[in-house]
Every structure is written in structure tokens, then in C-alpha cells.
């Protein structure tokens, strides 16, 4: 157990008692939420401390504290298990739905007796959610299509890709653990980096299968045993994920990854494509006349079926296998080509929560030549900030940069994109800014040709470097705003601004989709881990892979340019 286990245990305390109190303001849930904030913040390690030790780091209380030590010492927490009891997985998964906030849910199980989407379905069908006292028809409705936009079915939900990636580490990190294990991965629509999963394939190389079966069954991820083999175990964790692990043994792991990580539809064009060669390809291996011609590795079966190897992002088989044939695969963008993060905030949001230094600090250690500092816009309520306090913050970060000489900073802004299509400041204010995202924050509700013509008179503003989360989804809970793309891209590809494909895992927003046809409109992409803290730079490779998705190259990005090229062409806005 760690720090980290520590800060989901009590992100899930927080979750539970907001649904609990029927309110995310309550005292308790603040009390939770502050106890994160600072021991992040903190940046220490708290499974070894006491309990006066931890009620010294800013935010937690003596209460909380006696929460982490159960946790640490018992595994689990008696509050918790509690609150998990009375708000299953299926009901939990309702708050998630724009317009049912917690006091609602609470309303709607006491009235109603509702307690799972299937339920929900039947009161908004039969027109009685309108009979609930702060509900109304008008409210019905939008539920209603809430619930359409999300893609929420019931039994057969799949999972956002935010959910799966820390359970799917967590599961393969502890299965790497285990003796006799060479090597786990996890597989599937998850290594193929779908926005959302139907459940996680985990592929384990070891010559013994029952030690990994066992740790699988008894793993504190693991609610429940959906089935138990000598070689494959599938759990439910609690949030009513699935997860398949299945070991193979060492010389068939590249096959078996292969086959695992599918897609279906890709697989089915390999097999094709060994048949025509007189060979036979299943998870074993790639056979020729019972001679295995490759199994070990992923790389040696391409290989052998006369193929480029194809990177995990693009086995949709929508013509992967004819460019690895033909030797036209996209040169893909990887991590290692980023040298600068161009959506990054601070303290002077108010929702950031590393100093300007931290951030600064972990850019260098990151490995960057650059960073753009984008702290809000003053539109945006309470986090924004006035032009005094913009013009401070770029003293401070010339200052800053002179101190270091060793990153070069960009002074720059997060603008806020109106209804109407307009910013922050005035022209001449935006001017002083060496790079400004411009992002919406509002107004999701606005039909399609409304956000569309918002979006492209942002970018007609020439003060705009980037569109930064374009549709401001958060994939599973909230649908993004309805937008005409091709003549955004139109307007991006004329105007010779970015478009931003952002590392939250629940954002992905370019989506892949939307990268791809914007490479093909010719738009230049920017990848961005629109971090709030110090934690959160790892999302560069989350966007590295959601680009590369969309079939995106390094001479499509921004930020792998060198410093020089980069800021001629960020200087160059029109
Ligand atoms: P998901 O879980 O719905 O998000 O999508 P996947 O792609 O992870 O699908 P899953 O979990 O049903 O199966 C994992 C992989 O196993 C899949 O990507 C390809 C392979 N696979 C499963 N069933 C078949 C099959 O009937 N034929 C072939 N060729 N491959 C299969
Ligand atoms: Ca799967
Ligand atoms: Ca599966
Ligand atoms: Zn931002």
C-alpha cells in the first residue's frame, strides 16, 4: 500500500458521503477533499506516519487521520464499507448524469424507490420523474437526453478509459510482483487506448499459472469472482468492472498479446493474411505445417507476415495492415519528440494547486525546453485572474525564468471562449500574452450552429494560438457540446491555429476520431496535459497516445518542434 492508495481511499469517503449528505458542500465531504489537496501537496509518503504526524500536513483533521490509519493498518475502512452497502455501484453510477446532483439522487430513491438506471428509465418513460418535488417536465427531458448522450445502457455500461487505466496499473504492477512472473500487460480496448472499455484483458507471461490465479482472487480490487480457471480468473472490482487475467506461457506471450489486444476485426485481417501464406495464426503463435514460425514477441509475427510492426493505437483495422504492407505506416509521434507542455497551470488559478516554482521545477525534470504558463482568463468565475494580477504573474515568471536559465517560459493565458465567440481582455491585452489556449467553460446547452459559429469566431479573434479541450467533454459524464467539426477544422487550417489534444484521461478531447480528420484538413496539432499540480505532467503520454490514435506524426506537432522553430511559429498568429 501507498500514498496513492491512501488519496483513492479517501477520494471514494468523499464520493460516498456527497451521495451520504445529499451534498458536495458538506462539512465532512470539504473536510475529505482538503485532506487530499494536502497531502499532495505535502509530497510525502503517509502509510509510515502516526496519527499526530498526519494531523500536522494542512487539511487533515483528527478524524481523517484516524480514517488513513485503519486504512493502513487493516486494509480497509469500517465507514466505508458501510456507505458501499447502502449506495451500490449502480446507484453511485446515476450521480454521473448532468442534471441528478446528489440532493436529487436522495430524493429520487426516498420518493421514487429508484435505484439503478434501469429504474431511472421506467420513471423518466412512465413521466414521473415531473411528479418530484424540485423536478419538473423540463427537467425530465433533459435527464432524459442526458442520458442518451452519455451512452449509458444500463447492465451493459462500458467504462470510461479514466476508470480502467488505475485499476488495470494497479492489477498489472502487483501481478509484476509475484514470483515466477516475467512479464503482465494489460491488453484489449485499453492497450488500444479506447475512450471506454468493455472490460480489461491482462495477459501474464509465467511458466505457472495457479500463484498469479490466487493473488488475482484475493486482491483487494477484486468485490467479486466471476470465474476461476488454472489459467484464467475474471474479478469484478467494485465499480462492477471486469477483469480477465490469463497466463500464458513465456514463448506464446507475443502471441497472445497480439490476440488479446485484438481488435477483433484486426485479428481476423492477420489470420486472413496468414492464411494466404500457408500459415496459421491463433494466440498460440504463428504456425507453418506444425512448425512454429513465431511466438514470442509481437514484433517477430508482423515480421514474419511481411508487416511493419503496427503500434496498439491503430489495430481498428481501418487500413493499419495495408500501410504496414505497403511500408506507409504514419511515423508516429511518441513521448520522447514532446520538448514543451503548453496548457499549464498554477496557483494564480484559482483551481491550480502547484506554485508557479513546482511547475516550473517539474517541466525541467520532465525533460522540457519549454512550457507555456496558461493560468485563466479573468471570465472565468472565481479561478480567472484580473490584468493586475496577469501582469504581476508575468514579472514573476520572467523573473523566474531569468533565475533558472535553464527553461525557456512562454507568459501565457487559458482564455475563455463566450457564447458569442468572444475573449478575455481586449486585443491589445491578449497581445501581451507570448501564447494563449482558448477553451469553452460555459454554455454547453447551445444548439450546433450556435457552438460551431462560437468556436470558429474565437479562432477568427487572432489572438488564439490553440483550441484547448474542443468540446469540453468528460467522457462518461458529460457529453461534449454539439459542434459542426469539418468547418471548425476548415477555420483551424486556414487560420494556421493548433488543436489541442488534451492528456486527462477523461478528457481526451480532440478526440481520436476528431485528430484524425483534422490531419487530414491539414491542422497542426499541440499536445497538452492541462495540468493543475505536479502530478499531473504524466498525461503528456496519454495524449501521445490519443494522438497517435488518430494517426498523428511528429511533423504534425507543435511541441516537438525545437524551441526556435516552435516560437516562430507561435509568433506567427493571425
Ligand atoms: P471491449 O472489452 O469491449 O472494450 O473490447 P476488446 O477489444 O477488449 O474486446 P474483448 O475484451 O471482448 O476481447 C479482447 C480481444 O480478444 C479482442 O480485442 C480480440 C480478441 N478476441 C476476442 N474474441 C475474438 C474472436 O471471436 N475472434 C478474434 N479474432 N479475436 C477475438
Ligand atoms: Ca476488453
Ligand atoms: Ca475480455
Ligand atoms: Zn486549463
Not at 457 to 478: C, D, E, P, Q
Request: include cysteine.
Amino acid at each position: 500500500m501507498n500514498t496513492h492508495d491512501v488519496i483513492a481511499m479517501l477520494w471514494e469517503l468523499h464520493a460516498l458521503t456527497v451521495l451520504d449528505e445529499g451534498s458536495p458542500q458538506s462539512f465532512k465531504a470539504r473536510a475529505y477533499e482538503n485532506a487530499v489537496r494536502g497531502i499532495e501537496g505535502a509530497g510525502v509518503d503517509v502509510t509510515g506516519l502516526g496519527k499526530s504526524e498526519l494531523t500536522k500536513i494542512k487539511g487533515v483533521g483528527g478524524s481523517t487521520a484516524d480514517k488513513i490509519l485503519e486504512y493502513v493498518t487493516t486494509g480497509k475502512v469500517d465507514k466505508i464499507e458501510r456507505l458501499r452497502a447502502e449506495y451500490p455501484p449502480e446507484f453511485v453510477v446515476l450521480s454521473k448524469i448532468p442534471g441528478v446532483g446528489p440532493k436529487t439522487l436522495k430524493t429520487l430513491r426516498s420518493e421514487l424507490g429508484i435505484n439503478d438506471l434501469d429504474d431511472l428509465k421506467d420513471a423518466i418513460a412512465s413521466e414521473r420523474l415531473r411528479t418530484v418535488s424540485g423536478l419538473g417536465k423540463t427537467s425530465e427531458e433533459k435527464i432524459a437526453k442526458a442520458i442518451e448522450r452519455l451512452g449509458m445502457h444500463g447492465k451493459d455500461r462500458r467504462t470510461p478509459i479514466a476508470e480502467a487505466m488505475p485499476i488495470a496499473n494497479r492489477l498489472v504492477r502487483d501481478i509484476e510482483g509475484i514470483e515466477g512472473v516475467e512479464r503482465a500487460e494489460y491488453c484489449g480496448s485499453l492497450r488500444r487506448f479506447a475512450e471506454t472499455v468493455g472490460d480489461i484483458d491482462i495477459t501474464v507471461a509465467a511458466l505457472e499459472g495457479e500463484p498469479v490465479m490466487e493473488a488475482v482472487r484475493t486482491h483487494p480490487l477484486a468485490a467479486d469472482i466471476v470465474a476461476a480457471g488454472e489459467t484464467k480468473t475474471s474479478i469484478l472490482s467494485r465499480e462492477g468492472l471486469q477483469v480477465d487475467v490469463r497466463v500464458v506461457a513465456p514463448d506464446q506471450f507475443g502471441a497472445a498479446t497480439l490476440y488479446f489486444t485484438g481488435s477483433k476485426s484486426h485479428n481476423i485481417v492477420l489470420r486472413q493474411r496468414a492464411i494466404d501464406r500457408g500459415m496459421l495464426l491463433n494466440e498460440y503463435g504463428l504456425f507453418a505445417e506444425d512448425q512454429t514460425v513465431a511466438s514470442r514477441s509481437e514484433e517477430e509475427i508482423y515480421a514474419a507476415l511481411d508487416l511493419a510492426y503496427i503500434e496498439p493505437p491503430l489495430r481498428e483495422s481501418s487500413g493499419e495492415v495495408e500501410a504496414a504492407a505497403s511500408g506507409t505506416l504514419p511515423d508516429l509521434v511518441r513521448r520522447e519528440h514532446i520538448r514543451g507542455d503548453l496548457h499549464y497551470h498554477t496557483t494564480r488559478s484559482g483551481d491550480g494547486r502547484s506554485s508557479l516554482e513546482d511547475m516550473v521545477q517539474a517541466a525541467v525534470e520532465a525533460g522540457y525546453e519549454y512550457v507555456a504558463i496558461t493560468d485563466h482568463g479573468e471570465d472565468l468565475a472565481i479561478n480567472g485572474s484580473s490584468r493586475e494580477e496577469m501582469l504581476a504573474h508575468r514579472d514573476a515568471i520572467r523573473d523566474l525564468e531569468q533565475r533558472r536559465g535553464d527553461i525557456r517560459l512562454l507568459f501565457g493565458c487559458e482564455l475563455n471562449i463566450g457564447s458569442d465567440g468572444s475573449l478575455d481582455y481586449d486585443p491589445e491585452f491578449r497581445a501581451l500574452f507570448e501564447w494563449s489556449v482558448a477553451s469553452v467553460h460555459s454554455h454547453f446547452d447551445l444548439d450546433v450552429e450556435t457552438q460551431t459559429a462560437r468556436i470558429i469566431g474565437a479562432i477568427s479573434k487572432g489572438s488564439v494560438n490553440v483550441i484547448g479541450h474542443l468540446t469540453g467533454r468528460y467522457i462518461g459524464r458529460r457529453p461534449g457540446i454539439d459542434l459542426d467539426v469539418d468547418p471548425i477544422l476548415e477555420a483551424l487550417a486556414m487560420t494556421g491555429v493548433g488543436l489541442e489534444v488534451n492528456g486527462a484521461l477523461d478528457r481526451l478531447d480532440a478526440s481520436s476520431t476528431v485528430v484524425r480528420r483534422a490531419l487530414a484538413a491539414g491542422v497542426r496539432l499541440v499536445l497538452s496535459t492541462d495540468s493543475h499540480h505536479t502530478s499531473e505532467l504524466g498525461r503528456m503520454d496519454f495524449a501521445v497516445r490519443n494522438a497517435q490514435r488518430g494517426w498523428g506524426e511528429r511533423s504534425d506537432v507543435a511541441n516537438a518542434l525545437p524551441l526556435e522553430e516552435f516560437e516562430a511559429w507561435a509568433h506567427n498568429r493571425s
